[in-house]
Structures are given as structure tokens and as C-alpha cells.
């Protein structure tokens, strides 16, 4: 769900095509498909999982790969995917993801062994890593800076958001009416026709300078971030004192140092460590993560738990999650209005504490918990507060960068996010796997387990309203330009 106001026109500086330039509202559409498709892809799998474990014989540390396959490359590879479209062209990178990502959907679909899925969505997560961070600089460089900029980025914010939130009923639609398959192979007819649009009507725009990339960057946090989500899940099974541990943890960690010192050394770094020196660049993308390890994981547990535990089929429980569908939405909508008025920190915390209430009421659930009370009520509040926090935060982010860096940027802020969702999807499952007891837990130990979530969660984010509160630059009342620190 994300993210985020405010480069100045010349975001996309340098050479833009000559050719007649689109109306606006078809770029903005074009943009906003492309999130959405990305969004939409970490959490439409989730309704499917027991129909894919049943299908390809997948374990639970399966089940949970089948998410963090694709968050992880999308994570990892966010930052060089806005590099290159900073060097090599916004619309270029448009192309070269949405088709990386529209064959392995296909790939994915047709998957007959759990490794073969697994590897497809991996190649997914690299394909939207590399179109995400353009679908933002092309919205940017085609809406003039101000309140109707806000107001295009807010829809980004919220399509991406309902992308997220959407894809439980969708999913559902696809694996009750269809089958499990479906939820990837949709992806490749309507990934054509955008396909077919960006590269008739986007035109194509870069930033100045012609650094090269850092791949070794790029492959270092890759690897590094999934070794250590892979240490996080054998606590599950192995214990955290394990050998099968200890070794990819301490890994993971090493590779992740070693992708700092690169950076400090490299003449093109993918994440040049002076951005965090700016006050608003790093307080928002720490907040960022810290939440992100938090609701990120919503999606995941809420559709587990009313499928597991309240027996609801796949359809049920994407339409059980609607009203937090369009609760992401009108927070994501809502939060452009309020900036101006409390400024952007201060919304970013009001959200925080509503989503934290949210999760808080989660936790309270039983295994015959009602849909009104065990799923719906406070599956509104977290995904309002998640949408509300998500747009100030990018607006803050962002605000610093230099207009060559306005990819970078956006892409970092995605990064932040994803990459504090996948290692706590890690951290989660095993929080929920060690109270419920194992693979055949009942329906009150799965519940258990599921309300140890969400009462972990509600923790982690009441910390993060109080990091927000106290390290957050306030922004001025009017939107605009934030402090530097």
C-alpha cells in the first residue's frame, strides 16, 4: 500500500520522447494498473494456499515461501529497479517488468511441483521490483506538482492499497470458480493489454547522469534478506539454539553487513548511504519498516484463520475481507485531506494507533468467533490505519530526493516496506506455529496461535507510532516541502 507525494517536475528531468504527449488521466490509469498487478500479487495467493498445499504437496514453511519468494526479490530488487529507470528509461522499465512479471504468472500457473511455483514467484517479485518503482516516476512526471499531484498520488496510494486488499476476493473468486491456478494466469491476458497501452501511449523520460548499476549491490540483499527469513522460519521446527538456525541467520546477517560495506565503497552505489543522512528519508523508511513487519501480515493470518478455524471456503473469505478492502482505500484517500490540516507526521501516527487497535481487537478472536466481531470490525480498523500511515510516510520519504534520484527513492520506501513484511511474515509464523503446537493443531490451538499474532503485532506497532511521534520531521501545515533534519 504505498506511497508517496512529492517530486518536482523535473523528477524525470533529461530526454523525454518528442512524440504527442498522452492525456494525462491515461497515464495516471496506465501507472495505476501496473501498481495494482504488483500489489496485487503479494497477497492474492493467500486464499489459494490450502488448495495449492493440497494440490503440490507443499509443508506450512511451504505455504509461507509461496509469500516470501515473491516479497523478498521484490524487496531486494526494488532499489536497483528504480536505478534503472532513472539510467535507462521510466517506460523502458515499465515494459521489461510488466513482461517479466506477465511470464511468470504463466510459469506459475502451470507449476507442477512446489518447487517450480516457488521459483516462479520469485521471478514475479524480480518483475515487479523492476515496474514498480517506474509506475510511480511516470505518474509523477506527467501530473504538475501541487494539490492535484496529491491528489493523483493518493489514487496510486489507494489503487496499489485496494490491489493488496483486493486480492483475498479475487483470489477466492478464482480458486472456488476455477481453480488455485487461476489466481497467476489471470495475470497474463490483462498484463498483455496494459502492456499493449504503456507502450503505445507512455513516453519515455530518465534522469540525468549515466551511472551503471550495482548489481553485486542488488544481489548481496537479495540473498542476504532471504537467508535470513530462512533462519526466521526453521525456528519453527529446529528451535532458535539449532545449528539449521544459528548458521542462516548468522549468514544472512553477514551478507546484509557486506552489502553496507559495498555501498560505502562502490562508485555507484544501489543505496547511497547519504540519503540517510537526511532526517525525513530515514525516520520514514525505518517507519516504514517497522510497520510493514506488522501489517503486511494481516492478509495472510486473517484469511488462514477464517478458512481454518471458522471453515469459511475461499470465496467466503476474500468476501469476508471487502470491508477492509475498502477501508485500505478510503484511509489511503482520506489522508491527503488531513496532511494539510494536522500536517504529515501526525496523520502517519493517527494511523499507526488505529491499525494498532485493530490488531489489538484481533487478537481477542475465538474459534467460533462471529464475522462481525472476530473478522470484520477490526479487520476495518487496521487496514484504515494502514492506508492512512502509508501516504505520509512516502510523502516524507521522498520529499528529499534529488530529482535524478526520485526512482531510488520511491524504491527505497517500497523496499522498507516489503522488506519489513516478508521478515515479519517470518518472525509471525513461527510466533503462531510455536502456541498452536504444530502441523495438526485443532481449531482452538490454531486460534491461539493466530491471536499471539496479532497481539505481537498490535506491540510492535504502538512502538512504531511513538518512533513516528518522536523522530518524524512534522512537515508544514500546507503539505509541501518537509525538513531535511
Known sequence: MLEAPGTSTAATS????PRRTPPTWLVVALACAGQFLV?????????????MRADLGLSPQGLQWVVNAYAIAF???????????????RKRMFLIGLGLFTLASLGGGLAQEGWQLLAARAVQGLGAAVLAPSTLTILTAAVPEGAARARAIATWTAVGAGGGAAGGLVGGALVDGLSWRWVLLIN????????????????ESRGEGRRRLDLPGALLVTVGLATLAYGISQTESEGWASTATLVPLAAGLALLALFLLVETRTKAPLMPLGLLRLRAVASAN??????GSSMFSMWFFMTLYAQNVLGYSPFEAGLALVPSSLAVILGSKAAPRFMPVIGARNVAVLGTVVAAVGFGWQSTMTADGGYLTAIMIPGVLMMLGAGMAATPLASLAISGAAPGDAGLVSGLINTSRTMGGSLGLAVLSTVAASRAGGENAGPVALTDGYALVFRTAAVVLVAAALLMRAWLPPGRPSGEAVERG
Open 39 to 51: 500489489v496485487l500479487d503479494v497477497s492474492v495467493v493467500n486464499v489459494a494456499l490450502p488448495s
Open 14 to 17: 533529461a530526454r523525454i520522447s
Open 188 to 203: 497474463v491476458p490483462v498484463g498483455a493489454v496494459v502492456l499493449a497501452g504503456a507502450a503505445l501511449w507512455l513516453t
Open 286 to 291: 525505518v517507519a516504514m519498516l517497522v510497520s
Open 75 to 89: 524487496a531486494g530488487f526494488m532499489l536497483l529497479g528504480g536505478r534503472a529507470g532513472d539510467l535507462y528509461g
